[in-house]
């Protein structure tokens, strides 16, 4: 049995609601048939709009021929002078990166001194704590950097003073620029004789296709809305609905009113069910039919907004001409300035750039004297520990020599007193004054006693002298 089909041969009770909704969405749709009066407007328009065009195009393109030399060489002076402002700012950034870098290895060096603390025990008692850097005089670092940086601001001042000129001469050649419209797009939108690469024909067909296809989609709308009239109206009780909803529709829209008024019992059951599968149908693309009408109308608007923006450009474009000529000649007279701007700025710019070499010279010269001062300390560091051991090493001589000599002074005290024991009762004390005296005792001391002894420094310390030392480039 047909769902949609009851014994009485009404539809069940939810298909009426169902049908109501399609009806009033149908409806709602009809409202498109403003975008389709639209759409047949912006037709006409862009007619008449091409047809003014050729004229326009044409006046302006002889004026456009006739600006063109003088045009070329303004874009000839304009790209000499870029060429120079480019190439001398190329220069001042290698410039700049060479400083950078000489003064970070300047600072990398000093930082280096700042870190390395002076041993404690290499200075006075009671001295505060220490670093290399406090053993150089920076300001004559701080004063090298000055000097440097007022080289770099007048290099600065330079560059600024020709970019002005350099921007001057632009603004001038931009404005010339815009007048004349010396680019392709606005050349095949100019030419009278490159219709195929003119935009307007080509917006007039497509609104011509959407404005057909527009027109057919609203019919298809108009005849879904029919559908929906004729199956309330083949349901139990909804005639009066649909009679009701019918009503009050968009001007201009005209239904089939024929394909409504079709007597119940003139439709079969299998008729009605096909009726009705094919109103689901379209009621489910209703809204894609829609946004398609109404994308069709937004792509016209914005195709019709491209067609006025030519169309006042090619109003305009004739004026403009003139104005350019007249701009062209009141550069043409600046045009030996600019080019005296140039000189200048290339004679300036060599000078300072002399004088930072030579800035820069005497910032690695810096470098290198900070760097062996660091050097110098890390070797003083490793110097004071082969002096350490070396004194530690006199000393176990000095001790094993001692205990030899004091080991030497017990022997000979026992042998004395053996023999006196052996032999004194027969010798006179006086036979020899020396009979009776004890060994002699020697002792090893330091010559000089003014002499300090090699300060203790600890062998991380020292290690870490080795490690900067080994571990250092062979420029440093």
Not at 86 to 111: C, M, N, P, Y
Not at 118 to 141: A, N, T
Request: charged share 30%; glycine share 4%.
């Amino acid at each position: 049995m047909n769902p949609y089909m009851t014994s009485s041969s009404s539809l069940p009770p939810e298909q009426p609601d169902t049908l109501i909704t399609h009806l009033l969405a149908a409806k709602r749709s009809l409202s498109c048939i403003d975008h389709v009066y639209r759409a047949d407007d912006l037709v006409k328009k862009t007619r008449q709009a091409l047809e003014g065009h050729t004229i326009t195009a044409a006046r302006t393109i002889f004026l456009h021929n006739g600006s063109a030399a003088q045009s070329n060489l303004l874009d000839h002076v304009l790209d000499h002078t870029r060429s120079i402002a480019r190439d001398g700012g190329s220069e001042f950034q290698k410039v700049i990166g060479a400083l950078d870098a000489a003064q970070a290895r300047l600072q990398h060096t000093l930082d280096q001194l700042r870190a390395t603390k002076v041993e404690s025990s290499l200075r006075p008692d009671g001295e505060p704590s220490r670093s290399l850097v406090d053993f150089v005089d920076e300001s004559g670092v701080t004063g090298l950097l000055s000097t440097i940086k007022e080289s770099i601001d007048a290099s600065g001042e330079a560059r600024r003073l020709y970019g002005e000129s350099n921007a001057a001469l632009e603004d001038d050649i931009s404005q010339v620029r815009q007048l004349l419209a010396t680019d392709d797009d606005r050349e095949r939108l100019l030419n009278p004789n490159s219709n195929s690469d003119s935009p307007v024909p080509d917006i007039l067909q497509g609104m011509e296709e959407h404005a057909q296809d527009m027109a057919d989609n609203l019919e298809g709308l108009v005849k879904h809305f029919d559908l929906c009239v004729t199956a309330i109206k083949h349901t139990e009780g909804g005639g009066a609905a649909a009679q009701q909803i019918a009503n009050d529709l968009p001007e201009g829209v005209v239904r089939d009113l024929a394909s409504t008024e079709l007597p119940l019992e003139s439709m079969s059951e299998e008729e009605r069910a096909e009726m009705l599968g094919i109103l689901e149908k379209d009621a489910n693309e209703l809204e894609e039919v829609v946004m398609d009408i109404k994308d069709r109308s937004a792509e016209m608007e914005r195709n019709y907004e491209r067609v006025e923006l030519y169309t006042e450009q090619l109003v305009e474009w004739h004026d403009r001409k003139i104005t350019a000529i007249s701009l062209m000649e009141a550069i043409c007279e600046r045009l030996p300035n600019y080019i005296t701007q140039s000189h200048v700025f290339l004679l300036r710019w060599d000078e300072e750039k002399a004088k930072i070499a030579d800035h820069m010279e005497e910032l690695e010269s810096l470098r290198e004297f900070y760097d062996g001062f660091l050097s110098a300390y890390d070797n003083l560091i490793i110097e004071i520990g082969r002096r350490k051991t070396t004194e530690v090493r006199m000393k176990k001589v000095v001790q094993d020599s001692m205990a030899k000599m004091d080991k030497l002074f017990e022997e000979d005290l026992a042998e004395r007193d053996a023999f006196r024991q052996e032999q004194g009762d027969f010798l006179p004390v006086d036979i020899w004054p020396g009979l009776m005296m004890p060994p002699q005792r020697y002792k090893i001391c330091q010559e000089d006693q003014g002499v300090k002894s090699v300060p203790d420094i600890s062998a991380s310390v020292i290690q870490r002298s080795i490690r900067r030392i080994t571990g250092r480039p062979p420029d440093h």
